[in-house]
Nanobody
């Protein structure tokens, strides 16, 4: 089992910045992918960004140039630096951990961007 604990959400004005953090604990594999998804009420959970333990990244087109994912592998932590936030970035951001065909999800952290 893997547990994920997110932090860093909040309320910010358009154009502002936030930094999300997610710490994984439990049965952590050396080979894994961690990242972020966003969900708004009534819609599916959408990819924001993923990063492998080796440093490969995948970003949603909507956040390219504004969202930077990074990791501290010894600390089993993934970060998401969000700049130039827009109202459409509003949602619950979920941390995800993938390894060995299994996925684990955090409880989510709310990000609200006011116009």
């Amino acid at each position: 089992q893997v547990q994920l604990a997110e932090s860093g959400g909040g309320l910010v004005q358009a154009g502002g910045s936030l930094r999300l953090s997610c710490v994984a604990s439990g049965s952590i594999s050396e080979i894994n992918v961690m990242g972020w998804y966003r969900q708004v009420p009534g819609k599916q959970r959408d990819l924001v960004a993923l990063m492998s333990n080796g440093g490969s990244t995948n970003y949603a087109d909507s956040v390219k140039g504004r969202f930077t994912i990074s990791r501290d592998n010894p600390k089993n932590t993934v970060y998401g630096q969000m700049n130039g936030l827009k109202p459409e970035d509003t949602g619950v951001y979920y941390c995800v951990y993938y390894s060995g065909g299994q996925d684990y999800w955090g409880q989510g952290t709310q990000v609200t961007v006011s116009s």
